[in-house]
């Protein structure tokens, strides 16, 4: 019976010891994350199944990016005088606000004022799909009207998406990578056409983004400025995949919808539209208006009241939901969830001046063919020469939007595995060297430790 009770003890201190080495060797190891598995709790970390799968896949062509693209002037100057002379005295009074507000004292106001007209004369105030753009290919064939979706931003008015796929839409796919096979765009920001010092500068936003989701311009993307040729590389990272239940919470599509926005703007599940959806309708309901920078939602509400910047009552209303927002009180989290599939893309940029000298010779034809259109424009708008200045080609540019490589999947999957065996250091190997020698260790110490026990319970038999 002592004997037995010898062996149990034996075996107790043995698996202390071992525990002891490894909590040792985990504390002082040069490999952090060996650190914080020691310390988890592995009883609730092993409720988890964990699976890691490579999947190798050799694609001949990839779903191609939506790429939206804004003017950063909002109104132009020949298009607002010329809406002056047809419209109500309420519409005049707010288009001769428009033109004199300042724009450091005045930005929100100014913005107020703007997103308080109707759609229509927002859109006519705005660059034009066919002024923006002079030139535009897909793979070397050219682009149409119908390739472009409209839809007007509070801060950069008239936008355009290319390959914006509805809800169940197809989309343009991409069978070769590089700059021939992408997207082209000769463009011409007419800044002439600015007015006042409301756009602070000249150039274009440009955003990459899943086709199905709706951008947001204000927050995302990249500014392209004009005498530059700029290229904009796109890798698709590869999709993320939550997963329900014990893991989380996620929206899959093809469940009941979250938003009217899904509804109202045919576009799939997001959860940045959904927080800003939430935001929009508390203020609404809580200040019965609209905040400017949540305007878009207007068509979801079904209402068109901006709040007024020089209202202190609605000012501190909206600062409340916003409060209430930011410290996690106001439900959005619980309403919004994450996809359960995701897709982003990853933007490398390169620019260069553009058109060199003896290029722009080649364009001189081009550009006499378009100031003529522009004179004639001019001239039947109301518009004179003392208001506009001549054409300057000056505010041309050219943009590329192209995949860099189409093995996206593949690099990934490798770079992870090559990062996790590259980043121990010849430190770390020696520390786990020594790790091996101190359990070999103590493995023959217990060994000769059970002899001797053995030999002593004998002696005294």
């Known amino acids: 019976m002592d004997k037995n009770n010898d062996v149990r003890n034996n075996f107790v201190d043995d698996e202390n010891n071992v525990l002891r080495i490894w909590a040792e060797f985990a504390n ?10 020691d310390h988890a709790q592995s009883d609730k970390y092993m409720k988890y199944e964990v699976d890691v799968n490579f999947r190798v896949e050799h694609s001949k062509s990839a779903e191609f990016p939506a790429v939206t693209i804004c003017n950063t002037n909002a109104i132009k100057k020949s298009a607002l005088n010329k809406l002056k002379i047809n419209c109500t005295p309420t519409i005049l009074e707010k288009l001769d606000k428009l033109n004199g507000l300042k724009f450091e004292s005045n930005y929100e106001k100014h913005q107020e004022m703007y997103e308080s007209l109707n759609e229509d004369i927002k859109h006519d105030l705005g660059h034009k799909l066919n002024d923006l753009f002079w030139e535009c290919e897909f793979a070397g064939v050219e682009c149409s009207e119908e390739d472009f979706v409209h839809f007007s931003n509070y801060l950069f008015g008239n936008c355009f998406t290319f390959n914006s796929a509805r809800n169940n839409g197809s989309s343009i796919t991409s069978r070769l990578s590089g700059p021939k096979y992408g997207l082209s765009i000769t463009f011409n920001v007419e800044e002439d056409e600015y007015i006042g010092e409301t756009s602070e500068s000249a150039g274009l936003r440009v955003v990459v983004h899943d086709p199905r989701k709706m951008p947001f311009p204000e927050d995302e993307g990249v500014l392209v400025a004009p005498r ?15 997963m329900n239940g014990s893991y989380g919470n996620c929206y899959a599509e093809g469940l009941p919808k979250l938003t009217k926005f899904q509804t109202v703007f045919n576009k799939s599940y997001c959860q940045k539209s959904c927080y800003y959806s939430c935001i929009a309708k508390s203020i609404y309901h809580s200040c019965s208006c609209i905040y400017v920078e949540f305007s878009i939602f207007a068509s979801v509400l079904g209402k068109k009241k901006i709040c007024s910047s020089s209202n202190q009552t609605e000012n501190e209303c909206v600062f409340n939901i916003l409060n209430l927002y930011e410290n996690d009180r106001l439900g959005c989290t619980k309403t919004c969830p994450p996809p359960c599939r995701e897709l982003s893309f990853v933007t490398l940029i390169s620019s260069s001046k553009w058109p060199s000298r003896n290029y722009k010779k080649k364009m001189n034809p081009f550009i006499n063919m378009l100031t003529r259109n522009v004179d004639y424009i001019f001239e039947n708008s109301g518009s004179t020469t003392d208001d506009i200045s001549s054409f300057n080609h000056d505010d041309t540019g050219k943009v590329m939007i192209y995949y860099e490589n189409l093995f996206h999947q593949l690099l990934s999957d490798i770079g992870g595995v090559l990062g996790l065996y590259v980043g121990f250091s010849v430190l770390t190997v020696i520390e786990f060297i020594e790790l091996l020698i101190n359990l070999v260790r103590a493995g023959v110490c217990r060994r000769c430790s059970g002899k ?7 002696c005294s038999i």
Do not use: A
């Not at 040729?229 to 990272?237: A, D």
């Not at 001797?452 to 004998?458: R, T, V, W």
């Open 452 to 458: 001797n026990k053995e030999k002593k319970i004998e």
């Open 228 to 242: 530059t040729l700029t290229h904009i590389g796109v890798r698709m990272v590869r999709e993320m995949v939550r």
């Open 28 to 37: 002082v190891t040069s490999s952090h994350g060996i650190q914080h598995v």
